[in-house]
């Protein structure tokens, strides 16, 4: 028999207590996480459920879906921003994690979610073999600010520091605030961005529901370039544990000229550093990384001048219920995605 009690909806005093036993950051396994996805979204349910053992938790994981009309949407473990489960090292940890993985399960076929995709850093033998197979690969690009401010400076690409320097010398400065205000200014650049590039960002509420958050342990932050006192660059930055997480930024193209992006990233990165974090979470990056015919190979050119590193991430899935999905869900969201191209 196992000598572990797996807690549903565990306390955030539990919860945190062993999530930051783990010095690095796991954004979308945080308790803040989950509640910021709730908030952005009535749809949403978040499952959290906690291992004990011995009177003292082992280990973690937190899922989210969309619930609608009686079914839930895809199950999802972690992603770009995070991984789970989250399990102590210790002999029974394979235990640990496959008790887990089947508790939610259990859960999601409960309430009628029919798959699930669970995020890791690695290949995993206990998802494999619960019968999740391999659905996807990609990149994370983070930069290490475990050096002082010097040293980092002096580690970046020496066309950042040119750019860097030109910013400032143009009259560029950089201002960082958490009201209103600035989150309406920097999602303004972002759509702006989105539209240029081609890419559609979060919607609004997502970044308002994060800063409510977050902004309450210090930990949401808005990064703001000016030229001669004009928005004209802006970043969304969340942190956790060891990790500043730059969400999304945006820009205004006209700007381009006096390089805003640079001295605004530097900042932020500069402003985690003095925090002793030790990354700044860069987002996606494909697998393979882009290459010069790529379309988005400008983008990856730019990201790789701050000469951090690259971490694979692997997305394991499985269909839980493959008869529910098939006469039932795939009919359902071809009508309900057709009835929303039309406006209902």
């Known amino acids: 028999m196992s000598g572990h009690k797996i807690v549903d909806n565990p306390s955030s005093e539990d919860w945190c207590s062993f999530l930051n036993r783990f010095a690095s950051g796991n954004l979308q396994q945080s308790f ?24 003292s938790p082992v280990g973690l994981v937190q899922a989210r879906y969309n619930a609608r009309f009686g079914f839930g949407d895809k199950l999802e473990v972690g992603g770009v921003y995070g991984n789970g489960p989250v399990v102590a090292d210790s ?5 640990v994690l496959s008790e887990l993985i089947e508790t939610l399960e259990k859960h999601a076929i409960r ?8 995020y890791q850093l690695g290949k995993n033998d206990v998802l494999e073999s619960a019968g999740y197979t391999l659905f996807d690969t990609f990149n994370v690009y983070r930069v290490s600010l475990r ?21 400032q010398e143009q009259g560029v400065d950089v201002v960082q ?11 303004d650049m972002l759509k702006i961005s989105g539209a240029r590039a081609e890419f559609i960002p979060q919607p609004f509420n997502y970044f308002y529901a994060l800063l409510k958050v977050f902004e309450k342990s210090g930990n949401a932050k808005i990064f703001l370039a000016r030229l001669k006192g ?3 660059a802006g970043v969304f930055v ?15 193209e006209e700007s381009w000229k006096v390089r805003p992006n640079d001295i605004l990233h530097w900042t932020a990165m500069k402003s985690a550093c003095e925090e002793r974090l030790s990354y700044y979470h860069m987002g996606h990056v494909s697998e393979p990384p882009p290459t010069e015919s790529s379309s988005t190979w400008g983008l990856w050119r730019w990201k790789r ?7 694979k991430k692997l997305v394991y899935h499985k269909i839980y219920m493959p008869k529910f999905r098939k006469f039932v869900l795939t009919p359902y969201e071809k009508t309900y995605n057709a009835l929303r191209k039309v406006g209902f």
């Open 305 to 311: 001048e701050w000469n951090g590193q690259l971490e």
């Open 111 to 118: 309430n009628r979610v029919s798959e699930a995709f669970v």
């Open 91 to 95: 002999e029974n940890k394979e235990r």
């Open 147 to 167: 050096e002082n401010v010097g040293e980092l400076w002096s580690r970046i690409d020496h066309n950042k520091r040119r750019n860097i320097r030109k910013a």
């Open 177 to 187: 605030d958490t009201n209103y205000n600035a989150l309406v200014s920097f999602y």
């Open 32 to 55: 803040e996480f989950g509640e910021a996805a709730k908030a952005f979204n009535p749809h949403t349910k978040v499952v959290r459920l906690l291992s004990i053992g011995e009177n």
């Open 230 to 232: 004009r928005r004209v």
């Open 238 to 252: 969340v942190v956790h544990g060891d990790t500043a997480y730059a969400l999304a930024a945006g820009s205004q």
